[in-house]
């Protein structure tokens, strides 16, 4: 004959109690530690990874062939000429100049992206709030471009678009808002 010998009724009711204490704590826990934490380098990582997919672009809407007969604009696509990116051929009877895409271009177009932001430093951030449903924070940052091609870095381009020359040639800050998730800080959509 076997003799089984029985826990408490108090043992087993103080171990499901502390289960029932601890698991909450698990769970609502995670948002506040690891990549989920509050801090500056799950923030570096959350831009970083971000703009990995999101680079800096000279155009946004642009198509080409592209007319124009703005001269400003036109002395823009120019230098993009000049660097044997675009190929232009003019109208005169209506004053339009007319750019497409050369060989050495086709890569770049046609949003000509020249580098992506990789952060150098986070310099503030807000408290953390619950706003459309998640916990954000703001956060102004420093960073510079990288992978800046040969072209973005030539005199006359950078003379033409002169936000693209800033960006790709000194060290810039800006401001963006992040949400915690469980797999760390991300831009919301």
């Known amino acids: 004959m076997k003799i089984v010998q029985r826990k408490p009724a108090s043992t087993t009711f103080a171990a499901a109690l502390s289960l029932l204490t601890i698991a909450p704590l698990v769970f ?5 530690t690891g990549k989920a934490a509050a801090t500056p380098a799950n923030f570096t ?8 997919d999101h ?3 000279l155009f ?6 592209f007319e124009t007969s703005d ?8 230098t ?12 005169t009877s209506i004053h339009v100049s007319r750019y497409t895409v050369a060989p050495a271009g086709t890569r770049y177009a046609p949003r000509f992206c020249y ?4 952060v150098t430093s986070i310099n503030s951030f807000t408290p953390v709030a619950v706003a459309n449903g998640f916990k954000e924070t703001t956060i102004t940052y420093s960073y510079t471009m990288k992978e800046v091609p040969v072209w973005a870095e030539s005199h006359d381009v950078q003379a033409a678009f002169p936000a693209m020359a800033r960006a790709t040639t000194s060290q810039a ?4 808002t992040l949400a915690q998730s469980p797999v760390g800080w991300q831009v919301p959509d």
């Open 28 to 32: 609502t826990g995670c948002n506040n």
């Open 45 to 52: 990582t959350g831009i970083n990874n971000h703009y990995l």
């Open 55 to 57: 680079p800096e672009c």
């Open 60 to 65: 946004t809407d642009t198509r080409f062939p």
């Open 71 to 78: 001269p400003e604009k036109t002395k823009q696509m120019d």
């Open 80 to 91: 993009l000429v000049k660097n044997l990116l675009l190929e232009k051929s003019v109208e």
């Open 115 to 118: 580098g992506h932001r990789e």
């Open 173 to 176: 800050t800006d401001t963006i």
